[in-house]
């Protein structure tokens, strides 16, 4: 059975996890012209930010990037190499975040994404998030936990 570890990263996963992010993105890359690059940047948000890796059987296959207000946790990025699609990545990446707001005494956490990720959101949605504002292309999502919330 594979077994999937979540935990912090450190400055020398930046690689990996820029290739892991690109990965993932990729397949929205050539149907959504305005997609960001979202893998710029991966070092210093490991060193300024709350950055975690998961890996499969000792494989990088997903990340996140976590940054903390004084009232919400913000979900900047989460992504999951394509291979690893459909293997519970996500969603235990996302019960991560929820349980790092919760640690830091957060009890809202939030995300933006793009209006042509059905997919994404469909998956927050299912995981109890809301969409709260649609702007253009933007989709912002919210969640708000409580101590009986199971991740």
């Known amino acids: 059975m594979p077994e999937l570890t979540i935990r912090e990263a450190a400055l020398d996963d930046a690689p990996l996890l820029k290739r892991c992010f690109d990965s993932a993105y990729s397949v929205y890359k050539n149907n959504i012209p305005d997609m960001p690059d979202v893998s710029t940047g991966l070092a210093s948000a490991i060193e300024g930010k709350s950055v975690w ?6 494989a990088v ?3 996140m990037v976590l940054e903390a207000t004084d009232s919400y946790l913000i979900l900047e990025n989460v992504a ?7 293997s ?11 349980s790092e707001c919760m640690r830091i005494g957060l009890r809202e956490i939030r995300l933006s994404t793009h209006n042509d990720m059905a997919g994404n959101i469909g998956l927050y949605e299912h995981l109890g998030w809301h969409v709260v504002q649609v702007e253009g292309n933007k989709v912002r999502m919210t969640k708000h936990l409580n101590i009986s919330t199971n991740s």
């Open 88 to 98: 519970g990545v996500g969603k235990a990446l996302i019960g991560k975040a929820e």
């Open 53 to 58: 890796v998961a890996e499969l059987n000792g």
């Open 61 to 63: 296959v997903g990340g």
């Open 80 to 86: 999951v190499h394509p291979n690893a699609s459909g």
